[in-house]
C-alpha cells in the first residue's frame, strides 16, 4: 500500500486528485536490471500505484510518497522484451490487487503512517528525513494489530 502526502514546497501538490489517500500498489526495491546493461548503479523505489482512470491527477514526481511494504510476489529479474516487463507487471498487478483485498491487510491500511500524512516520520532502521525506513516483522505486526 502506499500514500501520498502534500510536498512541504508545493502547496498546490496537496490538492491535485489521488493525493492523501490510500493506493494500493507493486514496488520495485531494487536495481531495476529490466534489460541487459542498462541496469541503475544504485538500489531504488519504483512505486506503480493500482489505480483507475481518473484516479489521479499528473504524477507523483517531485512528491512525497509513504509507501509499506506488506509481502514479497518475485524477484527482479531481466525480460528480451518491453512487451514480457509489461506482462509480468499486469500479473503482478492482478495478483496485488486480490491480495492486498484480504482482511489480514486491512488493519494496515489504518496505520497512522499511512493515514497521518502530515505527521513528520522518521524510521528507526536507518534514513533521514528526505528518505528513511524501518524494518518489521510481518508476522509480529499482524499479530499486534490483531492483538495475539
Given at each position: 500500500?502506499s500514500s501520498t502526502s502534500?510536498?512541504?514546497?508545493?502547496?498546490?501538490?496537496?490538492?491535485?486528485q489521488?493525493?492523501?489517500?490510500?493506493?494500493?500498489?507493486?514496488?520495485?526495491?531494487g536495481?531495476?536490471p529490466t534489460?541487459?546493461g542498462?541496469e541503475?548503479?544504485?538500489?531504488i523505489v519504483?512505486a506503480h500505484l493500482?489505480?483507475?482512470?481518473?484516479?489521479?491527477?499528473?504524477?507523483f514526481?517531485g512528491?512525497?510518497?509513504?509507501?509499506?511494504l506488506?509481502?514479497f510476489?518475485?524477484?527482479?529479474m531481466?525480460?528480451?522484451?518491453?512487451?514480457?516487463?509489461?506482462?509480468?507487471i499486469?500479473?503482478?498487478?492482478?495478483?496485488?490487487?486480490d491480495?492486498?483485498?484480504?482482511?489480514?491487510?486491512?488493519?494496515?491500511?489504518?496505520d497512522?503512517?499511512?493515514?497521518?500524512?502530515?505527521q513528520?516520520?522518521m524510521?528507526?532502521s536507518g534514513g533521514?528525513?528526505?528518505?528513511s525506513?524501518?524494518f518489521?516483522n510481518?508476522?509480529?505486526?499482524i499479530?499486534?494489530?490483531y492483538?495475539?
Amino acid at each position: 500500500s502506499s500514500s501520498t502526502s502534500d510536498d512541504d514546497d508545493d502547496d498546490d501538490d496537496c490538492c491535485k486528485q489521488g493525493r492523501n489517500v490510500i493506493h494500493k500498489a507493486v514496488v520495485n526495491v531494487g536495481y531495476s536490471p529490466t534489460f541487459d546493461g542498462e541496469e541503475n548503479k544504485e538500489k531504488i523505489v519504483e512505486a506503480h500505484l493500482i489505480v483507475n482512470d481518473g484516479d489521479i491527477d499528473g504524477d507523483f514526481y517531485g512528491e512525497t510518497m509513504r509507501l509499506s511494504l506488506s509481502g514479497f510476489l518475485r524477484p527482479e529479474m531481466k525480460f528480451n522484451s518491453f512487451p514480457e516487463l509489461i506482462e509480468a507487471i499486469n500479473n503482478d498487478v492482478a495478483n496485488a490487487k486480490d491480495a492486498l483485498d484480504l482482511s489480514i491487510f486491512e488493519s494496515l491500511r489504518a496505520d497512522s503512517f499511512l493515514v497521518d500524512c502530515n505527521q513528520d516520520w522518521m524510521g528507526s532502521s536507518g534514513g533521514d528525513r528526505n528518505a528513511s525506513y524501518e524494518f518489521m516483522n510481518f508476522k509480529e505486526t499482524i499479530s499486534e494489530f490483531y492483538g495475539q
